[in-house]
């Protein structure tokens, strides 16, 4: 490989932000806290919050509706955060990079309306929309950003308002509900898996010090969308989400909306087989000697080990590839499934929970059912 | 460098070799005309039939390459050989079920019995012949490694998702619902299999090689059903 310039620049983790709004909401109260669609109970809830193993989570909704704060307000409260962290300020930011399901606005980027609400001065900006993985997309983007000597500072944020689209005037009087007035469980499911906050990390080109930071030793994300239907995704019906022309913006709104287009849903057979997907990739990872399982100390993935079924997990031990519970640290059971801002969030609590110690390998992953992908991050503890 | 590996080790690695080409190899398959279909609604009762028609040639072969890859096993491997040999006693006849199953449906039994081989079924059947031939043909417990991973994990969800769309009652959908046996058993079996053969460099190379082009062949086979 050819170099020109200075050389690529070691990369570290300075700072750590999490913003999660209002109190927490346990699973008794959280069906209503959203609203019942059409006042009904769900058919699939229990079923959806057994399997993911949440017990509470956070909404920037208050149970009347009301709106309590944005997507780009909570992203920039964990920026802050991250940068006081890492004893820096707004003016220090020279890159940043936000990632999010989607943003308040339909246009421009998140990540102009995340600087507006931070309200920081000139920077450099890039927005990455995907689902949870593109908080990763935005970490390789920041991490890549300072490894070159773009910037000295550059934050990777990403934010998550699910709960906007679980109230019950999204499914209300479209064909996502039935003569009897249940919603369809394509629907319904992600209304128990997801809830609302935000997180962020600042990187570096050194550590800090005194204090821990973590050396990121590389990214990979891995995409297989020409392999697979989306399996979770928001603008089209469930049969017609193949195809590009089914698209919600070329119905028009209210057409769109009627036909349930305009709602966050997910494929849960294919979720099945994205599942062994990403298995697959991971034990890519391990069969090319990228990823040594016994060599990592802390594994952070916003998937539980309980959700996977018995056959992967048996597949895993039998390749040798599984990770032992013991060493994941989550947590999922008390902040929810946040989307892309689940990664930083969990960093963000296993930073202060006293375990890293220098040395410590911990990997960092992130699979998204969207339409396939799986990122990983490898970070060291320095 | 340590030295030999233990079979623990050697099985573990192939293993997980396999588990990749299995992942792929599923990929691909979501990826083809006639699945697609199965997925996005579209199936039709006569691609349930054309896919009947054509599985049906690569089931009937597989007892049969099963028995010529036993019968090439040397004395040193009995174990295996008895092993390769009561599969295909159990998986013999089961190609009559595809028979049954697509009479069952509404096909004529002439129209299965008469159809040919397509293009993929053609090259999958002369390559595991091919390989059955040859002495102590071990590299083919990657091929039951992918055909029998596509009987325990995507056959049974393939027939729900027929019967759901075709409303066909269950006796027509035999050999795919009968297919979704247990996975954990099926996985430990294997893994004895594969310590009867491993460590050995060559045949857990050989082993993963097979299951490549086994995927690929019968991905071909799948991609090539048109009704």
Redesign the interface.
Known sequence: MSESGPRLRDVYITGFGAHLPGPPVGNDRMEDHLGRVHGRGSVVGRRALRWNGIASRHYALSPDGAVLDSNAGMTAKAVSAALDDAGLGLADIQHLATATTQGDFLVPGHAAAVQAELGAGPLELASYQSVCASSLMAAKGAWLQVRAGEAEVAVAAAGEFSSRWFRPAFYEGTALVDGKGRLATEADFLRFTLSDGAGAVVMEPRPRDPGLSLKVDWIDLTSLAGRFDPCMWAGSTRADRAAMDSAWSHAGPLAAHAAGAVALLQDFELLKIVIRAWIGVWLEKVDSGRIFPDQVDHLLCHYSARSLREEIVGLLQNTAAMIPEEKWFTTLPETGNIGSASIWVMLEAFMRSGRPKPGDRVLLIVPESGRAMIGFMMLEVV | MAGEPTTE?A???V???L??V???F???L??TPLI?KL???RFELADYHAFLINLRQQVKDGALWMSRAASNIGEDHLELRSTLMQHAVTEHRDFRLLEQDFVASGGALADILSARKNVGSEALSAWMFHEASKPDPFGLLGAMWIIEGLGS?KAR?WGL?VRERLGLPDEALRFLLYHGDN??AH?EEF?DMLAMVLPDEAVAERIVTTAKVTARLYALQIEEIAA
């Open positions: 080790a099985v573990a690695d293993l997980r070799k588990a990749v299995f992942a792929d599923e990929q691909r979501e990826a697609r997925t996005r609604g994990i969800p998702k996975d954990v996985m893994r």
